[in-house]
């Protein structure tokens, strides 16, 4: 019996997929749940698996083809059995002597013996986007030594190989004759970009052509954040079973009593509509190998800043697997961006539309302030709001920076909420 192998259900807000890669050839067993298939979206990589057990009999949607919600890419025959079989006896065969038949099977296991020795080791398991950066490079699995659970090839098992081969490159060039062609150290390579930078590109893109988008800054004193953290870190630790506390619960739970002070900074436009968020979703922008992702605290109001720090790390592990779920970066009503993770002093970040405004963290940085007439050193961080204009005036925009900074600076008020 023949079944089906279709796309997943794709919410609206992801129109299409591209099949990725396909992990069975046609005429290959396949079990129940085995991984068939990665369609890669604006958003996430989703694996399909088969059905059933059985023979894959046909692949409809071959890698790089657009691939709608539940549309059918292939279909596996339920039962069967493939070219790895055993193939059933020829006619007559039933007449051999069973010394013939006792010479054969030892012939044929000691065959397939060595067809095992020959082939070596069984393949690590390959993650997807793994897989995908050792089929640009043209890169054998074989040689990358994985790093992840049960030996599986990461992302950074790749990016290491390639690393150390480009440093081993100048040597091999030093050491060959010049033949006169191409000037070194001039190399090209063309790759298509990923659904996923590319739809980032056309959201930037949008956000800046179709908004009145400005930014305002202001500095906050991390001291008083600092010396909490410094001090209750270990006991908040033990506490919550293993969560560290940092510092992006804080600027969390301060942007939250901001946005109850300021609904418009909380709000979107939709058309010709105003649409105000009675509820705080924060997006929490997160790195991941195939680039900047989104996830959601749904209703953030309600979380204590252990369950923020604990979501916040579950989402950067499964940014880094590619685990995030399309629904995890679905919605949103307001988005805090960390540069200073990477060392960002000062930048000016682009709006997530529909939300009209996005807070940018940067690095910690000490500098001297002056504070009543005399000038102490403090680690201060630049905090950047940048806001659709349509929606938000500049004095509203200004004032709930300074919220923000208020509340940071003294943070006796989170728990007051004045």
């Known amino acids: 019996m023949s079944i089906q192998i279709k796309a997943p259900a794709l919410p609206e807000s992801v129109p299409d997929g591209t099949i990725a890669t396909w992990h069975k050839k046609v005429g290959d067993n396949v079990s129940r749940d085995e991984l068939l298939v990665d369609i890669e979206t604006d958003k996430v990589v989703i694996e399909v698996v088969s059905p059933s057990d059985g023979v894959l009999k046909e692949i409809i949607k071959d ?23 055993k193939q059933a006896p020829e006619a007559g065969a039933e007449d051999k002597s069973d010394a013939e038949t006792d010479s054969e099977t030892k012939a044929a296991k000691t065959e397939a013996g060595q ?25 054998d699995s074989d040689s990358i030594k994985g790093t992840g659970k049960g030996g599986r090839i990461t992302k950074e098992d790749v990016l290491n190989k390639l690393e150390s081969a480009s440093a081993g490159a100048p040597e091999q060039e030093e050491s060959a004759p010049d033949s006169g062609s191409l000037p070194r150290g001039r190399v090209e390579e063309r790759v298509p970009m990923s659904r996923l930078r590319a739809k980032v590109a056309e959201r930037l893109l949008q956000a800046t052509q179709t908004t009145a988008m400005l930014t305002t800054f202001n500095e906050v004193n991390m001291k008083p954040v600092m010396d909490i953290r410094n001090r209750y870190k270990d006991e908040f630790e033990k506490v919550h079973d293993g969560v560290r506390l940092g510092f992006m619960s804080f600027f969390v739970r301060a942007c939250i009593e901001a946005l109850k002070r300021y609904p418009s900074v909380n709000a979107s436009i939709d058309g010709n509509d105003i649409v105000y968020h009675g ?26 800043l252990a369950q923020i720090e604990q979501d916040i790390r579950q989402f950067g592990q499964k940014a880094k697997d590619g685990k995030l779920a399309i629904e995890e970066m679905t919605g949103g009503t307001f988005t805090v961006s960390n540069g200073g993770v990477f060392g960002s002093l000062l930048s000016t970040p682009i709006l997530n539309p529909p939300q009209t405004a996005i807070l940018g963290m940067h ?25 659709d204009h349509r929606m938000i005036d500049g004095k509203e925009a200004v004032q709930f920076l300074v919220t923000i900074k208020d509340l940071l600076e003294d943070p006796t008020r989170l728990l007051l909420e004045i």
């Not at 657009?66 to 493939?82: K, R």
């Open 279 to 304: 509820y705080q979703d924060i997006g929490v922008a997160v790195s991941s190998p195939r680039g900047l992702v989104v996830p959601v605290l749904r209703n953030a109001d309600n979380m204590s």
């Open 115 to 139: 067809e095992q020795a020959d082939a070596g080791p069984a393949e690590s398991p390959v993650s997807p986007a793994a897989k995908k950066l050792i089929a640009e490079n043209t890169l």
């Open 63 to 85: 890698t790089g083809e657009t691939i709608v919600s539940n549309e059918a890419i292939g279909s596996v025959e339920s039962g069967a059995a493939g070219a790895s079989a």
């Open 363 to 387: 690095k910690i940085q000490d500098r001297p302030m002056a504070i009543d007439g005399e000038v102490i050193v403090l680690p201060m961080m630049y905090v950047a709001l940048s806001y």
